[in-house]
């Protein structure tokens, strides 16, 4: 079965510096998400992302954050200068395109430390 | 803006105990509704999915939904639970907003302790 893969499973960095993470969606998906979980607490939304451009986004995403396919099959989400308050488990998510009630498959989560 | 409550945040029962996780959402909008699951270690798992038709939806292991609209409730079900369900359950919203985009709304999650 297809499943989106999440690199690398745990990133530990130093306040300040810049993170990659990477996703790999499911190969004939177009719709792509980024969620974060920080430790005890629930799931939130980050980004969705399709045809290339934002399509929406929280206020948790501000300027610290980019996403971008640089490639037909990565999709990656950068936070230019980490913050203690990043820490946090960040997961990957996509769906098909065409159909707008759509099931979103999550990636296992990049569990990032920010030191 | 859509939000979703989950009453019970930490549950301990024996095996063979039933369960019921209460979750309810608020959206105006048709919604699809979902329960994940997360065991300890691992990402995020679906457990049933609600889009359409009979509201009794039934997903994997056992467990079951009812998706009541009247009250905008999607309450999980499983009538004996086992020592391998413990887990943390996420009730989920996917609501498509006025731009076509859609974005999934986590509960707070609720702790479930199996004791053999």
């Known amino acids: 079965e297809p499943e989106v893969t999440q690199t690398p499973s745990h990133q530990v960095t130093q306040m300040g510096q810049e993170v990659i993470l990477r996703c790999v969606p499911i190969s004939n998906h177009l719709y792509f998400y980024w969620y974060r979980q920080i430790l005890g607490q629930k799931v939130e939304f980050l980004v969705s992302f399709y045809n290339n451009e934002i399509s929406e986004k929280s206020e948790i995403f501000d300027d610290q954050f980019s996403v971008e396919r640089p490639d037909g099959s990565n999709f990656t989400l950068k936070i230019r200068s980490t913050k203690l308050e990043d820490s946090a488990m960040y997961f990957c998510?996509?769906?098909?395109?065409?159909?707008?009630?759509?099931?979103?498959?999550f990636g296992p989560g990049t569990r990032l430390t920010v030191l | 803006a859509q939000s979703v409550s989950q009453h019970n945040h930490h549950v301990i029962l024996s095996e063979a105990a039933s369960l019921e996780l209460g979750c309810n959402y608020s959206?105006?909008?048709?919604?699809?509704l979902f329960w994940y699951v997360q065991y300890p270690g691992q990402h995020l798992q679906l457990l049933l999915k609600?889009?359409?038709?009979?509201?009794l939806v039934k997903g994997i292991k056992g467990f079951e939904a009812e998706f009541i609209k009247s009250k905008f409730s999607f309450n999980l079900r499983k009538p004996s639970v086992q020592w391998s369900d413990t887990a943390e359950y996420f009730c989920?919203?996917?609501?498509?907003?006025?731009?076509?985009?859609?974005?999934?709304?986590f509960g707070i999650g609720t702790k479930l302790q199996v004791i053999p």
């Open positions: 998510a996509s769906s098909e395109e065409g159909v707008p009630y759509n099931e979103q498959f």
């Open positions: 959206y105006g909008g048709t919604v699809n």
């Open positions: 609600y889009f359409s038709g009979d509201p």
């Open positions: 989920a919203v996917n609501a498509v907003n006025s731009g076509g985009y859609q974005k999934v709304t």
